[in-house]
């Protein structure tokens, strides 16, 4: 099966992963965990009504609230500062694109590479990079923008 989406792949890890560590995960709090997925439940059939009556206003609320707690958490900082230093590179299938861009950034500290898993053809590619800090991620978003044609957007 093929999936178009990156975030599916993302939320389906738990179905990947070992199923004792997720029953001994699951058995040792049960009180706990039955409250959460009795609350998502809870929260998931509000969603489903909402649709249902094609409350547009609702729906986008909703969405509009999820975004601005998820904006607030602190996950995306480490010490007051952003803790990750994300460029996306919008790349062309071919063979040599990722060592072309690997060799411009020679000598920046590189932390994560990840290459979205995208097989069709008429899709380019997004190649993320993940820096150790804001001034590497600068001078390689100078770098791969000055060297290549490839659009290079920063995080």
């Known amino acids: 099966r093929r999936f178009a989406a990156g975030g ?6 738990i179905a990947e992963s070992e199923p004792g560590m997720w029953t001994s995960i699951l058995l040792s709090n049960p009180q706990a965990i039955l409250e959460r997925i009795a609350d998502f439940k809870e929260r998931l059939d509000q969603v489903a009504e909402t649709i249902q009556a094609d409350n547009e206003k609702a729906i986008w609320s909703f969405f509009h ?33 990722i060592l072309e861009i690997l060799q411009l950034l020679q000598g920046i500290s590189l ?5 979205n898993e995208e097989n069709r053809e008429d ?3 997004i190649l993320q990079m993940t820096f150790k800090n804001a001034e590497d991620q600068e001078r390689a978003q ?11 957007l920063a995080r």
């Open 123 to 125: 899709i380019h590619g």
């Open 142 to 152: 100078t770098l791969i923008s000055q060297a290549t044609s490839y659009t290079v």
């Open 8 to 13: 599916f792949r993302d939320m389906t890890r």
């Open 65 to 97: 609230e999820g975004r601005k707690h998820r904006k607030e958490m602190q996950i995306h900082q480490r010490a007051g500062r952003d803790s990750a230093y994300d460029l996306f590179i919008d790349v062309p299938d071919k063979e040599g694109v």
């Open 111 to 115: 932390v994560n590479i990840h290459i």
